[in-house]
């Protein structure tokens, strides 16, 4: 009885098997995504970071935070900057390089703990760097701090300068002559602090958040930088696109089987212009979108070189004239509160565009620029939450925005 019991159960059970099976043996291929492996992860981080190792970082004031600090501040934790302030990012990086100086890296800490070896030798030897053997002009686009303070911030409202000297705090805002960057003499004068700006940050499409994924997607150049806002961008051209491709839901798989994406090559020309896709958001904790373009750059047959601006789309219903002309957005900043309103500008552009002007015999490049709305420049945020004075040729506000790498076309 124990044996018939067992292989009628079992029958049961490979009964069952063979029916829940069967659908999805059936089903193999229903999913179209299911084998893809396309860099749907969108990275933020800098890549020109430098500590207190590094000599001019040191020398301007940086002399407390190490490369483990910028890393601990990168991943979203709170640390003390040299001002004494607590700083934080408000939304951490996926990925940083610290970026310190070789010539002489670390030689400010042991000359101020008093190294005897350094004592006794002042010379420093220089490393030089063995260049490439490539087109030095065919490169992605990306952007980073270059921050001397160990704090990898780009944003407007939480900026902490690119040297400890001027930190929030200080008078960096003022231009005054006699501030930390000295003269005001003509040689010096875009060394004033107010005259900094608030920037910015790589953003990398990458198979996934480790680092062979990142330097993969450097490579092949699917990159992009911004001023500080993380604006999602995407960027394809093809010979294939039609225009309703652009707004379609699976756009992007559109972008990478018909066409090639940014930092890539486009192939041989045909009869018609390329089509370019391009699709942009919104920073999700930052300002709606002004406009798109796109930035054409080509070279004629007497070997001339042009580069022109194409308004592709704008917010708010306006006209883009005969000329490319679009009238300016009316700013919703309010100064004295360091303030803006979302009430104008798109949370989202999905654009499809051809080149008007094409030559198939003419090799040229192309890049996407997408702009948000006007917002408060960070000497404002200055002005507001520390009292400090503003410097009479201060812009006040600003108009953050992301560029994309090239893509390239060449008729040979």
């Known amino acids: 009885m124990v044996n018939a019991h067992w292989r009628f159960n079992a029958a049961i059970a490979m009964a069952l098997m063979t029916v829940l099976a069967a659908p999805f043996c059936a089903a193999a291929g229903y999913t179209p995504w299911a084998e893809e492996n396309l860099p749907m992860h969108l990275l933020w981080g800098d890549t020109h970071l430098h500590s207190s190792y590094s000599v001019d970082a040191n020398t301007m004031g940086n002399t407390a935070l190490s490369p483990a600090d910028a890393y601990r501040f990168a991943r979203g934790e709170a640390v003390r900057a040299n001002n004494g302030m607590l700083a934080r990012l408000d939304i951490p990086l996926d990925f940083l390089v610290v970026s310190d100086h070789a010539e002489l890296m670390g030689i400010m800490l042991k000359l101020r703990e008093g190294d005897p070896r350094l004592l006794e030798n002042p010379a420093a030897k220089r490393i030089h760097e063995v260049m490439a053997n490539a087109n030095p002009y065919q490169f992605g686009m990306i952007g980073s701090t270059d921050s001397h303070t160990s704090l990898a911030t780009a944003a407007e409202d939480n900026f902490w ?77 093809g010979w294939d696109f039609e225009a309703e491709d652009a707004a379609k839901p699976h756009a992007v798989r559109i972008g990478y089987r018909k066409g090639v994406p940014m930092g890539s090559e486009l192939g041989a020309a045909t009869t018609r212009a390329p089509g370019f896709m391009l699709i942009a958001m919104k920073d999700p904790q930052g300002a709606n979108l002004d406009r798109v373009q796109v930035v054409k750059g080509w070279r004629d047959a007497s070997g001339a070189l042009h580069e022109k601006v194409y308004n592709v789309a704008v917010s708010e219903n306006r006209e883009i004239a005969a000329d490319g002309h679009v009238d300016p957005l009316k700013a919703t900043v309010d100064l004295d509160g360091a303030t803006y309103l979302n009430t104008i500008g798109e949370a989202q552009f999905s654009v499809y565009w051809q080149d008007p002007q094409f030559d198939p015999a003419e090799a040229a490049f192309y890049y996407a620029r997408v702009i948000e709305i006007p917002t408060p420049r960070w000497t404002v945020y200055d002005a507001v939450r520390l009292g400090k004075t503003l410097n009479a040729a201060d812009p006040k506000i600003v108009q953050d925005r992301a560029y994309s790498s090239p893509i390239w076309y060449n008729p040979e």
Do not use: Q
């Open 161 to 237: 300068g690119k040297a400890s000297m001027v930190e929030p705090g200080t008078d960096r805002t003022s231009g005054d002559p006699s501030g930390p960057f000295g003269s005001s003499h003509p040689d010096t004068e875009l060394t004033k602090g107010w005259t900094f700006g608030a920037s910015g940050y790589a953003a990398v499409w990458a198979r996934g958040n480790t680092r062979e994924a990142i330097f993969e997607a450097m490579r092949r150049r699917e990159v992009y930088a911004t001023t500080g806002s993380r604006i999602s961008l995407r960027f394809f051209a």
